[in-house]
Each structure stands twice: as structure tokens, then as C-alpha cells.
């Protein structure tokens, strides 16, 4: 799901109806096959307020399983809308086959004209890019809607009810970003761990073994679970928690399905904005607009990619890459000539790869240069006492490290890593999870109730080591309660 | 570009007006809203001045909501934004905790959010929900008259006549099935005698008049009636059957009422001068739980409010809550008026009795042993005496306090409670009516 926020402006009402919609959808349509292009059939709805605000408290989704966060979701929204802290978005894709978007009936011909262009910018990164290749598209609204069909048949069972489902639910939703990111990685088989734990014990061939005493192999211990550290936390209770019910286990795999179909829109998101940016200026450059028209067209476009100091933007941020990446390979200056050397690529090819094999994090650390980073006055903050201080600029010496806290911040590396490490810790099938501390704490009432839900889920006693303040600690969660202890 | 051509789905009012679909969910976290509110109810009443209000008025609750607990960083996770151009190192950016500057990305939800924000009540689904676990304690059956609290309708059998919004549509319709059956029973004899002959008859006459020549071997019409109006079977095989007034059902409702027995609660407030605004503003606010409490869960209960300084004496709604007096205090004052109309309107014998007093105890000490003999009087007769000192803090160590005075009352069902600020209004309320007190008698 991609939503291009209003940034309030009130659009001019052109009067316009249906058919031209499907006429300059032609117009784009052709704009874009002949930029290159390659996008899913389309579908667009149109929608009033109300419509968009229930497809935004719920991802976009035509059909979801209800829950109550996403009704507090929905008052949220209505709420900013009604007091006009926020505007709508102009419109919302979803990356399915074929992608579905909603447009708001109520916009001027200039943005919804906008917005198609804007939409078939995402229609392509959503086919082309790496990390959409595991979200199947053409099965997106279908599995949704199983699974919504499923949660309320056992809200409706009258053996299982609301408030169990909700107790399942409100506990998986708190771990359900603690699974793979990068879900182009293989995720290997019990087995197939086993084959590698085999093999590594073994070592490496040794090419002079007959004047070397031989080497004592110590065997793996192949009863250890898991044999290597597991981030699918949901998964990993459905598979070794024996006392889960099956309509349990089957919403533990519900929301994980759903967590692992966002994490791709997380991973990409700037990336992913900029993209649709670049060719909705691209197409509506190209589409020799009427100067009323244009006018409204280049107002708008301002608006939706300008900065916003203390904030990443990333329309903006997006989009300074893109073109910046575009003009070092079509025109580099003698200075980037010198330093990178010559491309060996033309500027569509280069970006036309790059949309397919990075990530906001590859993204960012490849392609954002030096000199952008100052253009772009990008800093580093943090918390000193009760406020937040620019610790860091992008000057000569700062750069790198505001880049790398920049990459700590995108995607899904906004989120904790943690880690099954042991489901039988002390022999008690108290189950071992770590925190991979990169630096940050974990905030530690939200790591609190969180690891209460774990426990809940997993029905024993639950342990998470983590650094506190910089020293190693055990956040342990039982039935007496949650204590923290200090580790050696 | 693959695939055929993009589909524009045309916006139609019928589908926005069917598409109210987070309304379950939007229910549902309302009513997790309202369990939150009976949670934090202390804080709310001791936040919102809600003495004397209109109970259509809208409060605007403040709610710690129901936050979604995630695995997230906290404050020690550098974050990166973008400036204004010159940013400088040092330069303050922003506060923690709230509008904390990083992605306006909501979708990860990886900073612990403020989750605060207000909602709507009015004062009366407010009361509601504080006295959900409230009653009366102690109430006991007296003889005689016995009022009502709380009703409730059940259905009960089904009705010939009734309201529209009651009508039974299956009933009715059962019904007029019934009547069409047994109507004419002869006249279906007639139409299944065409089925079994229909070719050659139909042939001849047509099916009218096949059905009229049936009809008169059958004698279900004379020669007679056929000849004024040829087609009459026919007619009367095919005929409209419209429901009658006879066929309506309604459900019918009765009203099942919970009896209870009589009560009769006394108010006995201060108004001396001692009872400086804030202290006024306690026993207001402790009454007027009370006064509504009573109000909205009994139906017939009487309320007698009596204000007393050195005289007492019986008023109304209005001036109770609103009314401010002065001079010295004599508690007896207000104990021997609540124990004279005790006296000439409720005997106990056939009323449950609950008295409730408050207070700054600052008494004429003369008065101390008058107040004491009548206290204990009123302790014997009343279900429930309870008194309450206010006793706003700092206050209390330069002024005589009844509570030692009170002390040496030995009755069960007295109970004392002393409110130093307007967090403990509510604690205490709940300290006498909640139903699961433990019984010390």
C-alpha cells in the first residue's frame, strides 16, 4: 500500500467526469509504455472521504479481518481529517495483480490526472522490485479475504469467540514485525540447518592432512532448538508451542503472512516514493498540459515533494536520489568524472536497475552522495535531558556517520532484531530470546508488554537478553510477574 | 504495457453508504474505550467539575488509550531528519517524548507514540458507567410499600392488536396462509379436476370456461351464478388473497420490574462558614455522585437534602448544590432535623434508611455531646449512617476533627471516611456503596 499524503492546498474544482479519466488514462498509459515502464493490468475506484478513510484504517485492503485497532485507527484518522490536522491522501495503491487504487471523487482533473501517473510509477516498482517478488500479486485480495472469512468464523464460533480471538490477535500483532526482512533470503529447513551445522563442524579441507595430526570433529548438537537463531517469532510458536489450537496457530499464521506483505512496502518506502514521483513529473512534463492546467500541476507537485524541516520526507528524499543518480550517469561533472570514473551505463538503464535490485537501505547507502546529503542539510539528533539536539551535521567529517544513523532509521531498520536462540532454556522449555543490540536500547516499558505477550503465547516462562544502559541484561516474564537482572 | 485495458470502477452512493465497514471494529474499541474510562474513573471525577452539569453535557475525557505494545527503541536511538539549511550542531530540534522529529511513516509504528487523546462522553453515559458496580448496601425488605429499581421488558406471548414496531411479519403471514387454506377447500377440488382432464376439456372452452363447467358438476356454483358472471371459478381459482386485519400478529412486551424495598436516603451537608469554597466544592462533589448515583439506578427512592450551620433545615435540589450559607456550626442541628422527619415521614419499620453527613468537623464543642447522642440515634434507625470529614490538606491540623468525637460510636453500620482532597471523592463514595463490602456485622 502507497499513499501520496494532501498537503492541503485546496485543489481548484475542474469539472470533469469518467470518460476523460479513461482518456487520459490512455494518454499516460501510452507515456509510460513508451518511458519504459512495465506495470499490472490497473484498476482504479473512486471513492468518497469516508471510503478513504476505511481503506486507509485498513491498509487498503478491500477485505481485511476485523480487529479493533484498526476502528481506533479509523476514529484516529477521522478525528485529524474532521479537525483538518491532516488531509486525505489523493489516492492509495496496493500492490496486488492487478493493482488496485483509489482515487478521491472529489479531487480537481489536475490531480487525479496526477495521481494516475503518480499511480503507475508504483504499479511498476511493485512488479519490478526485488522485494515484492515474495508478496504473490495475483493472490493479494484472495488471501486477504480468506483470511478475513477465517477470523470471522472464529469470532462467530461460539466455542472460541471475540475475546479469545482478540487475545490471540492483540498479542501476535505486538510481535509481528519480529520476523525476516530481507525475505529474498532463503529460510532454511530444520534439515537443511542440520546439513550446515554438519558442515561446519566439519571445517575446511585439509590439503596437507597427511603431516598434520588429525583434527578432533566435535559433533553438533542436533537436539538444540532451534539449531540456529530464529527471527520468525509468530512462526516459531506455532511450530513448538504443542498447546496452541489449531484456529490458534492459524491466526498466529495470519498475521504473519500479513506483517511479511508490508515489510517489503516498509523496506522500500522511500525508494518506492521517489520512483512515483520521478514519473509522475516525467509523464506530466511530457504530456504538454494546457498552462492552467501545468500551473495547478507544478503548484501541486511542490507540495507533495517539498522538504519539511525535522522530518524525512520521503517524496522528497526519494526523488533527489532518483535524479540525482539519473544525472551522474547521463551528465556527470569533470569532478564525479575523476573521482567514479566514466559510467558505463545511460542514466534510464542505471535507474531502471537499480528500481529492481536495491532496497531503501542499499538505496541509500549507495546512492546518497556527500554533496546531496548537504544540499540536502540532513543531521543527526538526539535526546539530551527532556530535548532532542542536532548532534551531527553532514560536513566533512559527519557525513558518513548522519548516512549510517539515516540507514538505522529506514525500512525495517527501525525495528529491533530479536532472535529465538533457545526453546528449552534450563531444561524448562523456558524459551531464550536475544536482542542483536546495535547501540540502542530497547525502550523498556513497550519491551515489557510485549514480552508479556510472548509469554502469553508461548505459555511458559519467556527470557530476552538485551543491553540496558550498556550493560548486559535478562528481561525475564513469568507467571510472578516481569523482573529485570543484570548479566555477567 | 501488458495486460488489457485499466478499469475505472464509477463511485456509487449505494456502495459508500454500504461500506461502513470498520463499524464492528470502530464498536468494539469503544467499548474497550469504556473499560479504560471505568478504570481511570477516580482520575476523571476528580478532573471535571461535574457538580450541578446537565447530564446531556459532553465531557471531554482525557484517555490514556488502549496503546498496541510493540518491540521498539527508546530514547537513546540517534535519528536522522532533514533541516532547514543551516543546521548547526547543539541546535535543539525538538522535545522527547512527543513530536519527536524522524519519518512520518506511521505504517511501522517504531517509536513508542504518545497514544493520548481525548474522547466524548456524555455525563450520563459517564454515571453509568461509574455505578456499574454500585448499589445500595444493607438494603433490607420492610413491610408495606415496595418501590421499583431498574425495569426491564421480556416478551411474552403474541397479541392480536398492537403497535406496528411489534408486528410478528411470520405470524402474519402464517396466518393468512392458514386462512387461504381453509377458505375453500371445494375451489381446489375444482382446480386439480382440471389438471387431470385439462387437454380435452380446455380444448372446447378455453380455460375459463372449463373451469366454470367443473365448478357446476361439483356443485361448487349453481347455473345460476355462472350465468351473471361467466369466469367465476376461474376468478375464483386465481384470486387475489390479500391479508386481513385478522391475520396480524404483534409480539407482545411486558414490563418486568425488579421490586425493591422502600428507601429513603438523607443528605446532611455543612454550610457554615468554616466551609470555606474549597471544602464546599468536596461535599458537593460527593454528593452529587451520590444524588445522581440514587437517581439513575432507583427509581423511587426518596432523596431528602438538609442543610444545616447552627439551624437546620430542608431544601431544595437547586439550593443544596448551589446554595451558599454562613455562620457557626452545630452538627446536632442537622442530625435532630433528619431524625424529626424520619420521625413524621419514613418509620423504619418500612424503610430502609441511609443517612450521609458531611462536614469540615469544625463543631462548637458544646455541641460535641448533643451531636454524639444524636449520631448514635441516627446509627440505630438507618441502615447505613456514613460521615464524611473534608478535610482539604493543611487544614486539619489547627481544626477540631469529629472523627475522634465519632470514634466512640460503636455501631456496625456507621462508617466514617475522611476526604483531604478531590482525588479521594471518589475512593470514598466507593468505600460505602461498593457492593462487595465486606459485612462487618
Not at chain 1, 58 to 73: L, N
Not at chain 1, 137 to 149: N, P, Q, R, S, V
Not at chain 2, 117 to 124: F, G, N, S
Not at chain 2, 184 to 189: C, F, G, T
Request: glycine fraction near 6%.
Amino acid at each position: 500500500m502507497s499513499a501520496t499524503p494532501n498537503a492541503g492546498a485546496a485543489p481548484r474544482i475542474a469539472p470533469w467526469n469518467l470518460n476523460d479519466l479513461v482518456e487520459w488514462d490512455r494518454r499516460i498509459r501510452d507515456k509510460a509504455a513508451e518511458f519504459g515502464l512495465d506495470c499490472y493490468p490497473q484498476e482504479f475506484e473512486l471513492c468518497d472521504h469516508t471510503g478513504m478513510l476505511g481503506y486507509m484504517a485498513y491498509s487498503g485492503m478491500p477485505s481485511h479481518y476485523p480487529h479493533w485497532s484498526y476502528g481506533k485507527s479509523y476514529e484516529k484518522l477521522k478525528t485529524l481529517y474532521d479537525h483538518g490536522v491532516s488531509g486525505l491522501p489523493y489516492e492509495m495503491v496496493i500492490d496486488s495483480n492487478p493493482a488496485i487504487a483509489y482515487l478521491m471523487r472529489d479531487n480537481s482533473l489536475l490531480l487525479q490526472v496526477l495521481t494516475i501517473a503518480h499511480v503507475y510509477g508504483h504499479n511498476d516498482f511493485f512488479k519490478n522490485n526485488f522485494t515484492f517478488k515474495s508478496t504473490r500479486a495475483e493472490l493479494t485480495i484472495e488471501a486477504f479475504k480468506a483470511a478475513a472469512m477465517r477470523v470471522r468464523r472464529y469470532v462467530e464460533d461460539p466455542s472460541i469467540g471475540v475475546e479469545q480471538v482478540e487475545r490471540i490477535l492483540d498479542a501476535a500483532h505486538a510481535l509481528s514485525w519480529q520476523c525476516r526482512r530481507n525475505l529474498a533470503i532463503k529460510k532454511l529447513t530444520p534439515l537443511e540447518q542440520m546439513a550446515r551445522a554438519e558442515e561446519t563442524a566439519q571445517g575446511q579441507p585439509d590439503p596437507f592432512q597427511k603431516i598434520h595430526a588429525r583434527k578432533q570433529i566435535e559433533a553438533p548438537d542436533f537436539h538444540k532448538v532451534p539449531l540456529e537463531p530464529d527471527e520468525d517469532l509468530l512462526l516459531f510458536i506455532r511450530d513448538h508451542n504443542p498447546f496452541l489450537a489449531d484456529w490458534e496457530k492459524d491466526l498466529l499464521t495470519i498475521v504473519d503472512e500479513e506483517a511479511k506483505y508490508f515489510i517489503s512496502m516498509m523496506e522500500t518506502k522511500i525508494m518506492n516514493e521517489g520512483w512515483a514521483s520521478y514519473w509522475h513529473k516525467k509523464i506530466l512534463e511530457s504530456l504538454e498540459l494546457e498552462q492552467g492546467l501545468h500551473l495547478e500541476f507544478i503548484v501541486n507537485h511542490n507540495q507533495v515533494v517539498r522538504p519539511i524541516p525535522g522530518q524525512i520526507n520521503p517524496y522528497h528524499l526519494g526523488l533527489k536520489i532518483w535524479e540525482d543518480i539519473y544525472r551522474r550517469f547521463t551528465n556527470p561533472t569533470a569532478e564525479e568524472i575523476k573521482r567514479d570514473g566514466s559510467p558505463v551505463k545511460s542514466g534510464t538503464e542505471k535507474i531502471f536497475e537499480v528500481r529492481e535490485v536495491e532496497r531503501d537501505a542499499s538505496f541509500i547507502r549507495r546512492y546518497l552522495t556527500e554533496d546531496l546529503m548537504r544540499e540536502m542539510d540532513i543531521f543527526e539528533y538526539e535526546a539530551r535531558g527532556e530535548e532532542l539536539v542536532v548532534s551531527k551535521v553532514a560536513d566533512e567529517e559527519g557525513w558518513q556517520e548522519v548516512k549510517a544513523t539515516l540507514i538505522k532509521n529506514v525500512g525495517t531498520n527501525s525495528i529491533p532484531v530479536l532472535k529465538v536462540e533457545d526453546a528449552d532454556f534450563g531444561q524448562n522449555r523456558t524459551l531464550y530470546v536475544k536482542h542483536y543490540h546495535d547501540g540502542r536500547d530497547l525502550h523498556i516499558e513497550y519491551a515489557e508488554k510485549s514480552l508479556n505477550y510472548l509469554q502469553q503465547l508461548w505459555g511458559r516462562e519467556v527470557v530476552l537478553e538485551t543491553v540496558l544502559d550498556g550493560k548486559r541484561s535478562l528481561l525475564c516474564c513469568n507467571d510472578r510477574g516481569f523482573s529485570v537482572r543484570a548479566l555477567k | 504495457m501488458s495486460g488489457g485495458d485499466t478499469i475505472f470502477r464509477e463511485y456509487r452512493i449505494s456502495d459508500a453508504e454500504r461500506s461502513d465497514r470498520s463499524a464492528g471494529d470502530r464498536l468494539r474499541h469503544r467499548q474497550k474505550v469504556r473499560e479504560s474510562i471505568r478504570e481511570n474513573i477516580a482520575d476523571i471525577i476528580a478532573e471535571e467539575s461535574i457538580i450541578g452539569k446537565s447530564k446531556d453535557r459532553v465531557i471531554k475525557v482525557p484517555l490514556r488509550g488502549i496503546k498496541e505494545y510493540r518491540f521498539v527503541y527508546g530514547d537513546n536511538a540517534p535519528g536522522a531528519s532533514q533541516g532547514d539549511g543551516d543546521s548547526r550542531p547543539g541546535q535543539v530540534v525538538g522535545k522527547t517524548g512527543k513530536d519527536r522529529p524522524g519519518k512520518g511513516d506511521e505504517q511501522a509504528g517504531d517509536r513508542p507514540g504518545v497514544d493520548y487523546y481525548e474522547t466524548d462522553v456524555t455525563l450520563e453515559e459517564l454515571i453509568e458507567i461509574m455505578f456499574e458496580d454500585l448499589e445500595l448496601p444493607n438494603l433490607e425488605r420492610r413491610a408495606l410499600r415496595e418501590i421499583q429499581s431498574d425495569y426491564s421488558s421480556r416478551r411474552k406471548g403474541y397479541r392480536k392488536v398492537g403497535i406496528r414496531i411489534r408486528l410478528d411479519k411470520r405470524r402474519t403471514a402464517k396466518q393468512r396462509v392458514m386462512r387461504m387454506l381453509a377458505s375453500d377447500k371445494r375451489i381446489d377440488a375444482v382446480a386439480r379436476a382440471l389438471e387431470e382432464s385439462k387437454a380435452d376439456r380446455e380444448l372446447d372452452t378455453g380455460v375459463e370456461g372449463a373451469l366454470d363447467e367443473i365448478a357446476l358438476e361439483e356443485g361448487v356454483l349453481d347455473e345460476e351464478a355462472l350465468a351473471a358472471s361467466p369466469g367465476a371459478a376461474f376468478q375464483r381459482v386465481h384470486r387475489r388473497f390479500p391479508f386481513h386485519q385478522n391475520d396480524l400478529r404483534y409480539k407482545h412486551v411486558e414490563i418486568d420490574t425488579k421490586e425493591e424495598s422502600n428507601a429513603a436516603v438523607i443528605c446532611i451537608m455543612d454550610t457554615s462558614g468554616s466551609m470555606d469554597t474549597m471544602k464546599k466544592y468536596l461535599a458537593r462533589s460527593f454528593f452529587f455522585l451520590l444524588y445522581q448515583f440514587i437517581s439513575t439506578r432507583y427509581r423511587n427512592v426518596e432523596i431528602v437534602l438538609i442543610a444545616h450551620h447552627t439551624e437546620a433545615s430542608e431544601v431544595t435540589e437547586e439550593e443544596f448544590f448551589h446554595k451558599g450559607e454562613s455562620g457557626g456550626t452545630f452538627i446536632s442541628s442537622g442530625y435532630a432535623k433528619a431524625l424529626e422527619i424520619i420521625a413524621a415521614r419514613y418509620h423504619p419499620s418500612l424503610w430502609n434508611l441511609y443517612a450521609f453527613h458531611c462536614s469540615d468537623g469544625d463543631n462548637f464543642d458544646s455541641d460535641n455531646p448533643a451531636a454524639l447522642k444524636d449520631a448514635e440515634e441516627l446509627a440505630g434507625i438507618c441502615n447505613l449512617f456514613g460521615y464524611g470529614e473534608i478535610k482539604p490538606l493543611g487544614s486539619r491540623y489547627y481544626e477540631s476533627s469529629m472523627l475522634n468525637v465519632f470514634r466512640r460510636i460503636q455501631a456496625p453500620n456507621f462508617h466514617t471516611v475522611l476526604i483531604e482532597r478531590k482525588e479521594d471523592i471518589w475512593p470514598s463514595f466507593k468505600a460505602f456503596l461498593a457492593k462487595d463490602r465486606v459485612k462487618e456485622a
